[in-house]
């Protein structure tokens, strides 16, 4: 299965601080890039476990007795690894957002390059798909899923359109989908506001940001005192939620002080945000919005 090299891959892999007979994870696994990586820094009695729902990354599964591949979701990482025994371990690797393969595959329906059946979906069983909220939404619904998670100020007129237009028929493939939208991509910005819309429906399909927030919550349990997190994000919405929980362990508002009017918060912050040189975004175009954020546990 062809994967694109991994995003920041020293930088993120580094930022775990490896220790050789460690326990680590990797809630992203893909292509098994960073993976791959880990294993390299790993002693004979290092432990690796891995998250990925997508059947494809199955495919890439390492053979190596030190690693296991959990086909799962990374909202449920500390049910899954205290199902194989282990409740706490030293550092959890995530790139979040859309491997490269999912997009450079057509049928998935991820690219507005490629005209195909409304899918989106990261795990092939899930019951809702993106013809699912183009079709079945509600204008309220659709509105509020271009808003949230597209940040598209046009989504009131959008999901009008959205609903007039499939009275007529259902709204099967993207190319249909772009047909309906046309009036709102403006020549210059056509791709930027389509890879808003496209963004904001796979949010909402795979149920990315409820996924994200499950997940955060559980890391400082997971982790050991001293464990590291080496996070990647793509777009505003996931790097807020992350930014925000590193400093506050919530993400709203502020957290509790002590007895001595300290903040009691989780975790502590690494260095400060690392992004892609010029070289490897001039090499993986895809890398141009990565931001990594390195944590650790107090």
Avoid: C
Avoid at 15 to 31: A, C, H, Q
Avoid at 142 to 150: F, N
Avoid at 267 to 295: F, M, Y
């Amino acid at each position: 299965m062809e994967y694109h090299n991994p995003v920041l891959l020293k930088e993120t892999v580094d930022g775990l601080n490896i220790v050789e007979d460690g326990i680590y994870v990797d809630v992203t696994f893909g292509g098994g890039g960073h993976s791959r990586e880990i294993l390299k820094r790993l002693g004979a009695n290092g432990r690796l476990y891995a998250f990925d729902q997508d059947p494809d990354a199955l495919e890439n599964a390492i053979d190596d007795e030190r690693f296991t591949l959990i086909h799962e979701n990374f909202r449920y990482i500390k049910r899954f690894l205290r199902f194989y025994g282990v409740k706490q371990v030293d550092g959890i690797l995530a790139d979040f957002g859309v491997s490269s393969h999912q997009f450079d595959v057509a049928e998935r329906g991820f690219s507005t390059r490629f005209e195909a059946d409304l899918d989106m979906r990261m795990n092939q069983q899930s019951e809702i798909s993106a013809y699912h909220v183009v079709n079945e939404y509600d204008e309220e619904q659709i509105k509020q899923v271009l808003l949230q998670y597209g940040e598209l100020r046009q989504a009131p007129a959008m999901a009008r359109e959205i609903v007039e237009q499939r009275k007529d028929e259902p709204i099967k493939t993207s190319d249909q989908l772009k047909k309906v939208l046309k009036r709102f991509l403006q020549h210059k910005k056509e791709n930027k506001v389509l890879a808003q819309i496209y963004q904001a429906i796979r949010i909402e399909v795979n149920q990315e940001i409820e996924a994200l927030k499950e997940f955060l919550l559980q890391t400082p349990e997971v982790l050991k005192p001293d464990g590291r997190l080496s996070f990647i994000s793509y777009h505003s919405l996931e790097d807020r939620l992350v930014k925000r929980f590193i400093r506050n362990g919530l993400f709203e508002g502020e957290p509790e002080r002590d007895m001595f009017g300290n903040f009691e918060v989780p975790l502590k912050k690494v260095g400060g945000l690392i992004v892609p040189t010029r070289e490897e975004i001039k090499l993986n175009n895809r890398a141009r919005s990565a931001k990594l954020r390195i944590a650790k546990k107090i």
